[in-house]
């Protein structure tokens, strides 16, 4: 919805029987620049950023010099080169008709958002969220690197919300609860 107007400008489709959304969560980051000891220039991206992280920081080396033998200090600076971003993708939590046991974590697709078009899927599966955290809480981006070249870089980390029987260590469904 358009705050301003009022206006209408995307979503879902209403269904029944769908899901109930409770809480969201759009991954942000910012990007930053380091400089090398040898004044090479390093980019490289934060994900959810800190207070701390929109800092100038300085890095102090301790090389030894090349003529003397002896260790000196040099400081090299680094510092945010970004506005606050946002991934094109986020997550939500809310129930699902006829299970209200739990919170349930699904996916929103958000790259044709400005277009009024969001997709939510349940690509992780049917899972719940833990009763004690929020959904931001629960989604760990600290290995999410966005990097269509390498596997590893479109990993993130969900904490569930998961029940065992504890004297066989079996998992249960949701529906033994």
């Given amino acids: 919805m358009e ?6 400008i995307g979503g879902e489709e209403p ?4 899901f109930c959304p409770t809480d969201f ?5 910012i990007e930053r620049e380091s400089v090398t000891l040898d004044d090479k220039i ?16 300085i890095t102090k080396y301790t090389p030894l010099d090349e003529k ?5 200090t040099v400081e090299k600076p680094s510092y945010p080169v970004s506005p606050l971003l946002y991934y094109p993708f986020g997550f939500t939590a809310g129930c699902i008709w006829g299970d209200d ?3 349930k974590i699904q996916f929103l697709d958000l790259e044709a958002v400005e277009q009024g078009i969001i997709k939510r899927d349940e690509r992780f599966g049917y899972i719940a969220l833990p009763n004690s955290l929020t959904l931001r809480q629960a989604v760990g981006m600290t290995d ?5 070249k390498e596997e590893w870089a479109h990993h993130v980390t969900i904490a569930v919300q998961k029940r065992f ?3 066989t260590g079996s998992p249960l469904d949701e529906q033994d609860w």
């Fill in 68 to 72: 003397t033998g002896e260790r000196i």
């Fill in 3 to 8: 705050l301003s107007s009022c206006r209408d």
């Fill in 144 to 148: 999410y690197a966005s990097d269509p």
């Fill in 101 to 103: 046991s739990s919170w």
């Fill in 15 to 18: 269904a029944s029987g769908g």
């Fill in 42 to 57: 390093l980019r490289y991206r934060v994900n959810a950023p800190s207070p701390h992280d929109w800092e100038t920081r």
């Fill in 25 to 29: 969560y759009v991954p942000s980051y």
């Fill in 165 to 167: 029987d504890l004297r």
